[in-house]
């Protein structure tokens, strides 16, 4: 990367704040140029302490403090929020090591973002290093039906109605049991990944809703991964898929590192 963008002052007026994306060691005004911030706005650099905070304008009436408290309540506007911020951090993270910013970290001005780097350096330097040179993984496992052996109807008397609840329990054991196997097995991939990432993290399982899968996600994990150890990592992948095929395994990324980023407490710069 280049060398670091000189300090730009914020165009902003007193309606106009700053949302933060990211931080980063250096930024590349030719990779910042490219890349559109929150409300459509520029990104733009401001360094302090050394580091580099990579921000767009925020108007304010949207995005200030009050309109975020009712605007975050909206999943529609929240999912726009969402994936603009996320570009960002994104595009940063192709370039080289980035700390990406909680969702919604909005300041005044530039001064008070620098001052919350200043407050950060020590934490914000020691995050960049550990993260640089690697990338986030995820690998997500779904239960695979008819894994666990189909349980058969026992025999007795009773009726029709004694028979049905005796396959109903019959189906309820196979399903509780298949799940066991299928948790078994997912304990079983993630502590076989952790083992060769440089940090992992278990994430609770997605709703069907959200991953889109039509069974049920046993397996939402994230790994942090050396970029010279990513083709040993996938071939493990794939052996515990041959391995455990109770579940389907799915590598995804790269991912910005955000499950490997320690959640700051609130600035008091922030708006």
Same mark, same amino acid.
């Given at each position: 990367?280049?060398?670091? $963008?000189?300090?730009?002052?914020?165009?902003?007026?007193?309606? +106009?704040?700053?949302?933060?994306?990211?931080?980063?060691?250096?930024?590349?005004?030719?990779?910042?140029?490219?890349? +559109?911030?929150?409300?459509? $706005?520029?990104?733009?650099?401001?360094?302090?302490?050394?580091?580099?905070?990579?921000?767009?304008?925020?108007?304010?009436?949207?995005?200030?403090?009050?309109?975020?408290?009712?605007?975050?309540?909206?999943?529609?506007?929240?999912?726009?929020?969402?994936?603009?911020?996320?570009?960002?951090?994104?595009?940063?993270?192709?370039?080289?090591?980035?700390?990406?910013?909680?969702?919604? $970290?909005?300041?005044?001005?530039?001064?008070?973002?620098?001052?919350?780097?200043?407050?950060?350096?020590?934490?914000?330097?020691?995050?960049?290093?550990?993260? +640089?040179?690697?990338?986030?993984?995820?690998?997500?496992?779904?239960?695979?039906?008819?894994?666990?052996?189909?349980?058969?109807?026992?025999?007795?008397?009773?009726?029709?109605?004694?028979?049905?609840?005796?396959?109903?329990?019959?189906?309820?054991?196979?399903?509780?049991?298949?799940?066991?196997?299928?948790?078994?097995?997912?304990?079983?991939?993630? +502590?076989?990944?952790?083992?060769?990432?440089?940090?992992?993290?278990?994430?609770?399982?997605?709703?069907?809703?959200?991953?889109?899968?039509?069974?049920?996600?046993?397996?939402?994990?994230?790994?942090?991964?050396?970029?010279?150890?990513?083709?040993?990592?996938?071939?493990?992948?794939?052996?515990?898929?041959?391995?455990?095929?109770?579940?389907?395994?799915?590598? $995804?990324?790269?991912?910005?590192?955000?499950?490997?980023?320690?959640?700051?407490?609130?600035?008091?710069?922030?708006?």
């Amino acid at each position: 990367m280049s060398t670091r $963008t000189d300090p730009t002052p914020a165009a902003a007026g007193l309606d +106009t704040g700053v949302w933060l994306h990211g931080v980063v060691a250096e930024a590349d005004p030719a990779t910042l140029a490219g890349i +559109t911030g929150i409300a459509g $706005t520029p990104v733009r650099a401001v360094p302090a302490a050394g580091l580099v905070a990579v921000v767009s304008d925020a108007p304010l009436a949207e995005y200030g403090e009050a309109a975020l408290r009712r605007n975050l309540e909206d999943l529609a506007w929240l999912e726009r929020a969402a994936r603009s911020h996320h570009a960002v951090v994104d595009a940063l993270s192709r370039a080289g090591a980035v700390v990406p910013a909680r969702l919604a $970290t909005v300041y005044r001005d530039d001064d008070r973002t620098a001052r919350a780097m200043v407050e950060r350096r020590d934490e914000l330097t020691g995050t960049l290093a550990r993260l +640089t040179g690697r990338e986030e993984w995820g690998v997500k496992g779904y239960v695979v039906p008819g894994a666990a052996p189909r349980a058969e109807e026992p025999a007795g008397a009773g009726g029709a109605g004694a028979a049905y609840l005796r396959r109903r329990k019959a189906q309820l054991t196979a399903r509780e049991e298949g799940q066991r196997i299928a948790a078994d097995a997912a304990a079983a991939v993630h +502590t076989a990944l952790a083992g060769y990432a440089v940090a992992a993290r278990r994430h609770a399982p997605q709703d069907r809703r959200l991953s889109g899968s039509p069974t049920a996600m046993a397996l939402n994990g994230a790994y942090l991964i050396d970029r010279d150890r990513l083709d040993g990592f996938s071939a493990l992948v794939g052996a515990l898929a041959d391995r455990h095929p109770e579940i389907r395994l799915e590598l $995804t990324g790269p991912w910005p590192p955000y499950s490997f980023v320690a959640e700051p407490q609130p600035s008091r710069e922030a708006a």
